[in-house]
């Protein structure tokens, strides 16, 4: 049973162009949401968090939205670029820091 | 600065092989984790480490061991590999004091293919 689902396997953006990434979850207990970005062999790198206490963090052209009784998150990039290219994973924590549960991902391509 | 690295970064294994995966970090945190990636899946915790001399059971920690040498390095190792071990394995560090989830940094990843 998926806790976090990323339901596009895949999103295709023109530069310049917002790219909307989703993330539905299903715990309730969740309290911490993360957004990861991974290059094709590279690790995952950290983008932008949100806590459950917030409905929106930003971070330069990076946007997560959190709307907690739709249970559902979103990373918006404005503008995008084609440097953005890669898969997007969502992630999300019940508050100990040892257990992180990830979506299988969204890959994004943008296209210049 | 290097941050996470792992070793080695490909490796073939026939089943019933054993081998050790290397992780070091030079961002002196204190947790380390272990993680697996499968295809259509998310990442998964193997083992995670909360600090030097601890080590504590992930979501799918049988078929592997842990070890926490010291705060810079934290390997995994496989006892007797099997074909459903084939995976890519990150090694991620937090620098993780309060229990509270902070930001990880992965490594670079290790490809296994376990034939």
């Known amino acids: 049973d998926q806790q976090v689902k990323q339901n596009s396997p895949s999103l295709s953006v023109q530069e310049g162009r917002i790219s909307i990434l989703n993330c539905d979850y299903t715990?309730?207990?969740?309290?911490?949401f993360l957004w990861y970005k991974k290059y094709p062999a590279e690790g995952p790198t950290f983008l932008i968090s949100i806590s459950s206490i917030k409905d929106k963090n930003e971070d330069g052209r990076f946007t997560v939205f959190l709307n907690k009784s739709a249970k559902h998150l979103s990373l918006h990039i404005v503008p995008s670029q084609p440097g953005d290219s890669a898969v997007y994973f969502c992630a999300a924590s019940s508050g100990g820091y040892q257990k992180v549960t990830f979506g299988i991902g969204t890959k994004l391509q943008v296209i210049p | 600065n290097a941050g996470v690295t792992q070793t080695p970064k490909f490796q073939v294994l026939k089943t019933g092989q054993s081998m050790t995966l290397q992780c070091a970090q030079d961002?002196?945190?204190?947790?380390m984790y272990w993680y697996r990636q499968d295809p259509g899946m998310g990442l998964r915790l193997i083992y995670y480490?909360?600090?030097?001399?601890?080590?504590d059971k992930g979501e799918v920690p049988n078929g592997y061991n842990v070890s926490r040498l010291n705060k810079r390095e934290f390997s995994l190792r496989l006892e007797s590999a099997a074909p459903s071990q084939t995976s890519v394995y990150f090694c991620?560090?937090?620098?993780?004091?309060?229990?509270?989830?902070?930001?990880?940094?992965f490594g670079p990843g290790t490809r296994l293919l376990v034939l």
């Open positions: 961002m002196n945190h204190n947790s």
């Open positions: 480490s909360a600090s030097e001399g601890t080590t």
């Open positions: 991620a560090s937090s620098a993780g004091t309060s229990g509270a989830f902070e930001t990880q940094y």
């Open positions: 715990n309730s207990m969740f309290d911490y």
